[in-house]
């Protein structure tokens, strides 16, 4: 394959030739790398279960509060959960996947993952509330700003966000800063997701701060820092 270097803004010639290189050969590094993702794609959902289990149990008494206290909301709540999980999922595939030439998704699906990932979870939260009332637990145990879900969201992302960069490690040769904030609003979706079983709050503006600011967070987060750890 042959490439132009001689033309505004193209990378150098010996950046092609070593894309190329990689690509056209099968290597131990990109063996490595796609067992690394395989085992991200199992360990994230598992360690997401773990916390919203736990912060469950430490805060409320019982595991997953957000889909038991309030009955009457449950269709709507699990239409909710099955829509965001669905796109959790896709948007983690999506962001980690290497493809077939070893560069990964194209730019305007990573585009599409960052764009919209935290968008759509605010419009699917925030107009109307998935929990139909407030209950007594969640009037006294229930920041009106969240705190308790930025910290459960916090961690989350934290989690998803280092396994992300550690299975893309020194193995993404272009797009760099556009994969990180892919990822980023990958771990930011894991981040939702968990708080949608976690918190059984109404509150207009909790669910602002304490659940749609941290996946923004998230994106963003992983524009600034994930290129240092992905680039060869």
């Known amino acids: ?39 991200v794609l199992v360990a994230v959902p598992l360690a997401s279960a773990l916390v919203v289990a736990t912060a469950s149990y430490l805060t409320f008494g019982q595991p997953a509060a957000g889909v038991k206290l309030d ?42 993952i960052a764009c919209l990932i935290a968008p759509l979870y605010t419009i699917l939260i925030a107009p109307e509330p998935l929990h ?21 969201a916090s961690i989350v992302i934290a989690v998803a ?20 904030a892919a990822l980023g609003a990958a771990a ?7 708080l949608l079983f976690f918190c059984p709050a109404a509150e207009r503006m909790h669910l602002l701060v304490g659940h749609s600011l941290p996946v923004f967070a998230a994106t963003l987060l992983g524009a600034l820092i994930a290129p240092a750890a992905l680039r060869p």
């Open 1 to 39: 394959m042959k490439y132009r270097s001689d033309e505004p803004g193209l990378p150098p010639a010996e950046l092609y030739e070593r894309i190329a290189a990689a690509t056209d050969s099968p290597s131990p590094v990109g063996s490595r790398t796609s067992k690394r993702i395989s085992f």
């Open 161 to 180: 966000l280092t396994a992300f960069l550690f299975a893309l490690r020194r193995a993404v040769p272009v797009s760099v800063r556009l994969r990180g």
């Open 188 to 194: 930011g979706a894991w981040a939702g997701l968990t």
């Open 71 to 112: 009955i009457r909301s449950l269709g709507r709540l699990w239409f909710a959960l099955g829509l965001f999980g669905a796109m959790t999922l896709a948007a983690t595939y999506l962001a980690l996947a290497q493809g077939r030439d070893g560069l990964g998704a194209m730019a305007a699906v990573l585009i599409a």
């Open 132 to 152: 139909a009332s407030r209950t007594a637990l969640e009037a006294t145990q229930i920041s009106p700003w969240g705190a308790r879900c930025l910290v459960v």
